[in-house]
């Protein structure tokens, strides 16, 4: 789990009952998210997931996340919906931070999926994708492509102690990315951009909530898949399953069919999505951010499901 800035239960009074809530009675810290501060408060009227946004970018963009998590729940898609006060207003401040309220949705993350699981995460995906075309421009993520020469170069420059040969790698595989991912053109939109396993909720086989939309931003529709197929169809050592990208594939396509583009660049929004995780691990791992409770990634995951990908080089994915 990741904390790094402490609440107390009795700080919370005056947000609760502004939401006719009640008292808080209980407030736990929980282990979604690796960037914010998340908590599961319960009150009489419940249970809620209270998050504290720790990131500069993140906190700009939550007025966004707000109305799109507003204007999703309103379509029925299952995304938790904003707790407003009286006034009607979603955020407030709290230990300094910019903080949210919102429902707690039923189910468990997947651990590990299977393939109906990829299938339903796949329509789910497409449908946020289709909607999104309705709502107004989302911002530019967190760690957009333009971030990714300077984390390079911030490890490159730092000190013995890195290991310069993962270093190269990096900068062997962005260049590479520079040829034949960045001038691609291809349909883009709003991204949910970390569509995890563990920000995603199921009862059985039924998908019941897609969570942590503090990531969602403007980028391509086949990144944004293939995100989710580096994290749901690739195990830690980077062995495929073929069972769970069929499924994953055809739910997506199923409600929005990917066009020739998207097909013939699967393989390289693959490893852009695995070299945009790898190297945000590593360096994480290289420079950690000070909290209470912080929960750091593994890098290797993903840099075994990077090589994995270069292994395939230009070919494309088997339809």
């Known amino acids: ?46 249970t809620f997931i209270l998050t504290l946004v720790e990131n500069h970018e993140e906190a700009s963009a939550l007025p966004f996340v707000v109305d799109l998590l507003e204007q999703l729940a309103n379509r029925n898609l299952p995304v938790p919906r904003p707790i407003l006060d009286h006034q ?24 590990p999926p299977n393939p109906e699981q990829c299938h339903q995460v796949g329509i789910w995906l497409g449908r946020i994708h289709r909607h999104g075309q309705e709502f107004p421009a989302p911002p530019p993520g967190r760690l957009r492509p333009e971030s990714w020469a300077p984390m390079v170069h911030r490890l490159a420059t730092a000190n013995d102690m890195i290991d310069q040969d993962i270093v190269s790698w990096f900068k062997e595989e962005l260049s590479w990315l520079g040829d034949h991912w960045f001038n691609r053109d291809l349909p883009q939109g709003l991204c949910h951009g970390d ?21 969602a931003c403007a980028g391509p529709w086949l990144y944004d898949l293939a995100v989710c197929l580096c994290s749901w169809c690739l195990d830690d050592q980077g062995c495929p399953h073929p069972e769970h990208i069929d499924a994953l594939l055809q739910g997506y396509d199923q409600v929005r069919p990917r066009n020739r583009e998207e097909h013939d660049g699967l393989v390289c929004a693959c490893r852009a999505a695995a070299f945009r995780f790898s190297l945000s691990r590593f360096h994480d791992r290289c420079f950690p951010r000070q909290g209470t409770t912080v929960t750091r990634r593994n890098p290797e995951s993903f840099m075994a499901r990077l090589r994995f990908f270069q292994s395939l080089a230009d070919r494309k994915w088997p339809d």
């Open 1 to 46: 789990m990741s904390v790094y800035t402490p609440v107390q239960i009795q700080d919370l009074e005056s947000f609760t009952l502004a939401r006719s809530l009640g008292p808080p009675i209980r407030l736990e810290a929980i282990a979604q998210g690796i960037i914010n501060s998340n908590f599961r408060l319960t009150t009489p009227r419940g």
């Open 88 to 111: 009607g207003k979603a955020r407030f401040t709290l230990s300094g931070r910019p903080a949210l309220l919102v429902s707690l949705l039923p189910g468990y993350a997947p651990d």
């Open 195 to 215: 569509l995890f396993p563990d920000n995603t909720l199921f009862s059985g086989d039924r998908l019941t909530g897609m969570i942590d939309f503090y990531s």
